[in-house]
């Protein structure tokens, strides 16, 4: 009885170590919906940082990404996602802002709170990486500078295996 007990606990902790995205509806700045359950990248890492645009930390975080992004791209194949949590009353400074920065990866607006209260992220910045299964094997919050190191170093795990 012990050995089937903790045979199944450990099942469920292994299930439990990688998850999938949930499916919620968002905005591209174009104002197309898309659906997070169609957000792939032929079976390559998926980067998903949630931020706004009074966020500070969220703003250099995401301009330390851009900074590497294209060199990240041509060794990993990463595709870094960006969902903007403002809502529907400062979401109209969102392309602007985004525009003005030159990020070259995709931003998308979150501004019901959907897919931020199904990935269950309270704060932000708060960051999600995805493998190429789209499961979510890593994920982080805050941001301090250096930690776009600790994610590359992630990276790299993820497509040496």
Known sequence: MRTTFILALVCLTMGLSAQNIPSADVKKLSG????????SNDGK???????????????????AYNDY???WKAETGVKI?????????????????????????????????????AM????????????????IVWQHTSYVDGDEEELYDKLLELTEK
């Open 120 to 135: 269950n992220v309270a704060n932000v910045p708060h960051t999600f990486l995805l493998n190429g299964n789209g499961e």
């Open 81 to 117: 996602v960006a969902i903007s949590t403002d809502d529907t009353r400062s979401s109209g400074r969102v392309a602007p802002y985004v525009n003005a920065r030159g990020w070259q990866f995709d931003v998308f607006l979150d501004e019901n709170g959907d897919f931020k209260r």
């Open 45 to 63: 890492p998926i980067v998903i940082s949630f931020w706004a645009t009074w966020c500070k930390p969220c703003v250099k975080e995401l301009n």
């Open 69 to 71: 992004y294209m060199d």
């Open 32 to 39: 197309q919906v898309v659906n997070t359950s169609n957000f």
